[in-house]
C-alpha cells in the first residue's frame, strides 16, 4: 500500500513539474537571431557604418532641373527669335592696381615668366612669388608702356595670371585663375551657354540663376575656349537646341518591334530617312510623327515606360550632351547613357538644314553615333538599340527584345538685333511667318 500511495505521489509531482516548466518556457518571447545580433520589437536596429560620402539624392540635386528636364510638347516652336544680350566675362581675384610706373626698352629672351618680371622689377619695392611652377619660355620686346600694361603681356605671352598685393609689395603668379560670366536674361541663350561650357569640359561651374552669373576656374586654354563660345553666342548666329524623350519598349510578345508598320502608319512622306548606325538605326521624320502619334503607335505592339526627359542646347556648330540619368524618372540600365550632339544650322549642298552629328555614350565608351542632316521641322527616332547593351551581369529578367527608343526634336534658336524683335523678347514663328524666315 505504502509503494502504491508513493507511486501516485511521484506521478503528481512529475505532472506539475512538466506544467511548471510548460508555463516557464510559454513566458518567453519569441526572439530572431540575424547576423549575431538578437533582435525583437524593443530591439533598437544597428547598422554598418558608413563611407563619407554625399548621399546619391544630394548629389543629384540642381536647380536647373526643372528648367532642362521639362519638354511642353504643347507648346513646342521649332524656330524662335531672341533678342541679342551682352554677355560679359570678367576675371576675378586680379588683386591691387600695380604702381604707376613707365617701362621702355625692355627686352627679355627665352627665359621664363617669373624671370621676365623679376628682371623688369630690379631695383623697384616689389616682388615676384610664384604660387604655381611656371615652366614656358617666352622672348619679347617692350617699346615703351606702363607697368601694368608690361606685366600683364608677360603673364599672357607666358599662359600665366597673376595678383597683386599692395601691401606686401608682391605679384602672385599662377596657371589657373577665376572668373565670373554676367549671363543675358534669356533662358535659351543661357542655358546653350552652360550646354556648351559642359560640351567644352569645364567642369564646377557655380551657377547663381538669381543675378544670372556663372563662376569658373580653369587655365588659359579653358579661358580660350569659354571666350570664343560668348564671341559666337554674340555674334548674331543661331543656337539650336533638342528637346527629347527616352523610352524603354517592351514587347506584348516573344518578338521584336515590327518598325516596318511604321510605314503604313505614318505613310511614306512622313519617314524621310534611315540613317543606320553601329547599333540602331536613325530616322529622320516628319512633324506628324511627334511624342504622341509615336507611343500610339508603339502601343499596339509593346509596353512603353519614359525613362527620361529634358533639354539641351548648343552655339551654332557647337556640341553639348544630354545625361539621361540626370533627368531620369527612376533608377535604371540605361540611366548612365550620354546623348551627345554636335549641330550646325545653315546651307546644306543648296538646302537650309540642320547639319548633325548624334552620339550615344555609356561608362564603358562610345554605343553608337549618326549623322542626320535634316530640315526644320523634322524630328529624328532613334530605334534597334537593344535593352541588354546596358546588361552588365551574365543573367537578366529584361527581354533579348526589349529596346531603347530615343525621340528627338531639334529647334532653332535665332539671335538677332534687338530692332529685329519688334520690342518682344521671343517671337515664336510658324506657317507662312516660318516659310519667310527660313526663306530669308
Known amino acids: 500500500m505504502k509503494n502504491f500511495l508513493f507511486a501516485i505521489m511521484t506521478i503528481v509531482l512529475c505532472a506539475a513539474c512538466q506544467n511548471t516548466n510548460n508555463d516557464m518556457v510559454q513566458s518567453y518571447d519569441t526572439i530572431t537571431v540575424v547576423e549575431n545580433s538578437v533582435i525583437n520589437e524593443k530591439s533598437v536596429?544597428?547598422?554598418?557604418?558608413?563611407?563619407?560620402?554625399?548621399?546619391?539624392?544630394?548629389?543629384?540635386?540642381?536647380?536647373?532641373?526643372?528648367?532642362?528636364c521639362t519638354v511642353d510638347w504643347n507648346n513646342q516652336s521649332v524656330v524662335s527669335v531672341v533678342a541679342a544680350e551682352?554677355?560679359?566675362?570678367?576675371?576675378?581675384?586680379?588683386?591691387?592696381?600695380?604702381?604707376?610706373?613707365?617701362?621702355?626698352?625692355?627686352?627679355?629672351?627665352?627665359?621664363?615668366?617669373?624671370?621676365?618680371?623679376?628682371?623688369?622689377?630690379?631695383?623697384?619695392?616689389?616682388?615676384?612669388?610664384?604660387?604655381?611652377?611656371?615652366?614656358?619660355?617666352?622672348?619679347g620686346d617692350v617699346a615703351s608702356g606702363t607697368l601694368a600694361d608690361t606685366v600683364d603681356l608677360i603673364s599672357k605671352m607666358g599662359r600665366a595670371y597673376y595678383s597683386y598685393d599692395?601691401?606686401?609689395?608682391?605679384?602672385?603668379?599662377?596657371?589657373?585663375?577665376?572668373?565670373?560670366?554676367?549671363?543675358?536674361?534669356?533662358?535659351?541663350?543661357?542655358?546653350?551657354?552652360?550646354?556648351?561650357?559642359?560640351?567644352?569640359?569645364?567642369?564646377?561651374?557655380?551657377?547663381?540663376?538669381?543675378?544670372?552669373?556663372?563662376?569658373?576656374?580653369?587655365?588659359w586654354q579653358t579661358e580660350r575656349e569659354v571666350s570664343r563660345i560668348i564671341a559666337?553666342?554674340?555674334?548674331?548666329?543661331?543656337?539650336?537646341?533638342?528637346?527629347?524623350?527616352?523610352?524603354?519598349v517592351y514587347p506584348k510578345t516573344d518578338n521584336p518591334i515590327i518598325w516596318m508598320n511604321m510605314l503604313p502608319a505614318f505613310g511614306k512622306h512622313n519617314i524621310k530617312m534611315s540613317v543606320p548606325g553601329v547599333v540602331g538605326r536613325a530616322l529622320v521624320v516628319g512633324p506628324e510623327v511627334n511624342?504622341?502619334?509615336?507611343?500610339?503607335f508603339l502601343s499596339t505592339q509593346s509596353n512603353v515606360v519614359l525613362i527620361s526627359q529634358g533639354t539641351f542646347s548648343i552655339p551654332n556648330g557647337w556640341q553639348s550632351k544630354f545625361d539621361i540619368g540626370q533627368c531620369s524618372k527612376e533608377d535604371r540600365l540605361e540611366t548612365d547613357?550620354?546623348?551627345?550632339?554636335?549641330?550646325?544650322?545653315?546651307?546644306?549642298?543648296?538646302?537650309?538644314?540642320?547639319?548633325?552629328?548624334?552620339?550615344?555614350?555609356?561608362?564603358?565608351?562610345?554605343?553608337?553615333?549618326?549623322?542626320?542632316?535634316?530640315?526644320?521641322?523634322?524630328?529624328?527616332?532613334?530605334?534597334?538599340?537593344?535593352?541588354?547593351?546596358?546588361?552588365?551581369?551574365?543573367?537578366?529578367?529584361?527581354?533579348?527584345?526589349?529596346?531603347?527608343?530615343?525621340?528627338?526634336?531639334?529647334?532653332?534658336?535665332?539671335?538677332?538685333?534687338?530692332?529685329?524683335?519688334?520690342?518682344?523678347?521671343?517671337?515664336?514663328?510658324?506657317g507662312d511667318a516660318l516659310r519667310e524666315f527660313l526663306n530669308n
Do not use: C
Request: net charge negative; no cysteine; aromatic share 8%.
Open 86 to 139: 551682352k554677355i560679359e566675362m570678367v576675371r576675378l581675384g586680379v588683386g591691387d592696381p600695380l604702381p604707376e610706373l613707365a617701362v621702355s626698352g625692355y627686352q627679355f629672351k627665352d627665359v621664363t615668366v617669373a624671370a621676365a618680371l623679376n628682371k623688369l622689377l630690379n631695383g623697384t619695392d616689389v616682388s615676384v612669388v610664384m604660387d604655381e611652377q611656371l615652366v614656358e619660355k617666352i622672348s
Open 166 to 219: 599692395e601691401i606686401t609689395g608682391e605679384i602672385h603668379l599662377q596657371h589657373r585663375a577665376k572668373w565670373m560670366i554676367k549671363m543675358p536674361k534669356d533662358q535659351a541663350i543661357i542655358m546653350a551657354l552652360l550646354d556648351a561650357m559642359h560640351g567644352a569640359d569645364v567642369r564646377n561651374l557655380l551657377v547663381n540663376w538669381s543675378d544670372k552669373t556663372v563662376v569658373f576656374e580653369g587655365d
Open 291 to 296: 511624342t504622341k502619334t509615336l507611343q500610339e
Open 45 to 68: 536596429p544597428i547598422f554598418p557604418k558608413k563611407a563619407a560620402l554625399t548621399t546619391d539624392t544630394a548629389q543629384r540635386f540642381s536647380v536647373e532641373l526643372p528648367m532642362r
Open 337 to 430: 547613357l550620354v546623348v551627345g550632339a554636335t549641330g550646325k544650322y545653315g546651307d546644306y549642298g543648296g538646302y537650309q538644314k540642320i547639319d548633325a552629328k548624334i552620339v550615344l555614350t555609356t561608362k564603358y565608351g562610345e554605343l553608337t553615333s549618326f549623322n542626320i542632316p535634316s530640315s526644320v521641322g523634322d524630328n529624328y527616332v532613334i530605334i534597334g538599340i537593344p535593352t541588354h547593351s546596358f546588361v552588365t551581369t551574365p543573367e537578366t529578367l529584361v527581354s533579348p527584345f526589349a529596346e531603347l527608343v530615343v525621340f528627338m526634336s531639334p529647334r532653332i534658336v535665332s539671335v538677332v538685333d534687338e530692332s529685329a524683335t519688334q520690342d518682344k523678347s521671343t517671337v515664336g514663328l510658324s
Open 232 to 248: 559666337d553666342i554674340a555674334s548674331k548666329k543661331y543656337i539650336l537646341a533638342w528637346d527629347m524623350d527616352v523610352y524603354r
